[in-house]
């Protein structure tokens, strides 16, 4: 049987122990618990659309799981959040950070340097007991050590390799920065034509190297077929340095002349 948090449980009757706090700028709208509970206080309501208003009661609300990725280790992570309603304005909070603020420690809720952290390692386990205040750096630290992100020395960067028309591999670069450089060309057209194998970037074909070698057979027949649509270099194009009266103007000359050389026949 899946397990249930504290936090999923919507009974209004309190779990062991249980405290509860309004919630700092929400006084007389919502509470929360020493388990990370979440509780509509009864309130009289007036809908700005309405006259009259109506009461509430108490309701244990359930929150929902905010997702993060680490590409490191190409996993998903989650922490508790909720949204708050105010004068029809909609508050997203970390559960876990009021928790804390509320049953442990005070902290400045709105510094982002500031995070909180789980004594067992689940995010969804928001019982105070459970919760560490840490910081970026001290996070950041502790993931190194266990492996779940690179060190800031270490390049994340891919190598890329680049090749010529016909499919020929020409060299290979370290990173798009060093191809730029190279070629003395944009890299951010380097990094569209490696992340989009129909287009070239100076001239040339672009793959991350740990990719299979390129087939520019389906890409060069798009590109000739487009060369069948261009106009040929012996045709001759719209001059808009010339006025759009002096093009009339030269026009009706045309067909005036043309009709005295029809009359003189």
Not at 105 to 125: K, R
Not at 130 to 153: D, E, G, I, M, S
Request: charged content about 25%; overall charge positive; some cysteine.
């Amino acid at each position: 049987m899946e397990r249930l948090y504290p936090y999923q449980h919507t009974s209004l009757e309190d779990l062991p122990e249980e405290v509860w706090k309004d919630i700092p700028g929400f006084e007389g709208y919502y509470q929360i618990s020493t388990y990370g509970r979440i509780k509509s206080v009864a309130r009289y309501i007036i809908r700005c659309t309405q006259r009259v208003g109506f009461w509430t009661k108490d309701k244990i609300m359930v929150p929902y799981l905010s997702a993060g990725h680490n590409r490191f280790l190409n996993q998903t992570t989650y922490r508790v959040a909720i949204k708050l309603y105010k004068d029809n304005k909609a508050y997203p909070i970390s559960v876990s950070r009021y928790v804390y603020a509320l049953f442990v420690e005070e902290f400045d809720l709105h510094n982002s340097e500031h995070i909180i952290t789980y004594q067992d390692g689940d995010s969804q386990n928001t019982h105070y007991a459970n919760l560490v205040l840490t910081t970026q750096k001290q996070v950041h630290k502790t993931c190194f050590a266990k492996k779940r992100r690179l060190a800031p020395n270490v390049s994340t960067a891919r190598s890329i390799t680049q090749y010529d028309l016909s499919g020929k591999k020409i060299a290979t670069y370290p990173t798009v920065q060093t191809a730029s450089t190279a070629v003395k060309h944009s890299s951010k057209r380097i990094y569209r034509a490696v992340k989009d194998h129909s287009k070239l970037a100076a001239g040339y074909y672009w793959r991350y190297q740990d990719l299979p070698d390129i087939d520019v057979r389906p890409y060069e027949k798009k590109r000739k077929r487009k060369k069948k649509h261009q106009l040929p270099p012996d045709m001759p194009t719209l001059d808009t340095n010339v006025s759009m009266q002096a093009a009339i103007t030269e026009t009706t000359h045309e067909i005036s002349g043309t009709a005295a050389s029809g009359a003189g026949v």
